[in-house]
């Protein structure tokens, strides 16, 4: 009922792009919660050149959102923030030295960097970074884990905190 609400007179496929698939998500990808029906869920398969461009990224252009972004970028002794991470480009750096990552690796380190001390759980990461149709487990997070604090170097290493039993985090070296 709900969706003839929405949508009275049109199927849903008729409000996707041309070319595009509408396929129902495994049944095991979609969360269940607790006294709930079980969810349903879509995988939306859209042609590479049908792709929206990412978000173009905009500065700050005021002296104050300047100086509170070099605030929040800097360390304790005003160097550069070891990590940064630029998702318009792509590109990821540590100490001003290029991360050369797999499209996972970037993902993940980006997904992590862009939350800073937020605690992630392995299935959190396994759906936001790999998406619904990975299949696996959360080993596959920390073999990814591994491989980025080998590329982050070993004194760097350590701005992705292991939380026991739960999963990761990022925390900025200057813990802001």
């Known amino acids: 009922m709900a969706n003839t609400r929405y949508f009275p007179s049109a199927d849903v ?15 095991h990808t979609l969360p269940k919660l607790p ?23 905009t500065a700050p252009d005021t002296p104050d959102a300047l100086d509170a972004d070099r605030e929040h970028h800097e ?16 590109t990821a750096e540590v100490d001003g030295r290029p991360l050369d990552l797999t499209y996972l690796e970037f993902e993940l380190l980006a997904h992590l960097v862009t ?22 487990d959360g080993r596959t997070v920390d ?20 939380v026991r039993r739960v999963g990761y985090k990022y925390v900025p070296p200057n813990g802001r």
């Open 13 to 27: 496929t008729d409000l996707l792009p041309p070319g595009t698939t509408l396929l129902p998500a495994p049944p």
């Open 35 to 57: 006294g709930r029906p079980p969810m349903v869920g879509y995988l939306v398969l859209v042609p590479a050149d049908q792709q929206p461009a990412p978000p173009p990224f």
């Open 75 to 90: 360390g304790p002794e005003g160097d550069a923030s070891l990590v940064r991470v630029d998702t318009a480009r792509r």
């Open 115 to 136: 939350h800073p001390h937020r605690v992630h759980t392995r299935d959190q990461l396994v759906s936001t970074v790999w998406g619904y149709g990975h299949v696996g």
């Open 143 to 162: 073999v990814h884990i591994a491989r980025l604090r080998r590329k982050l170097g070993a004194e760097h290493r350590g701005v992705i905190r292991t």
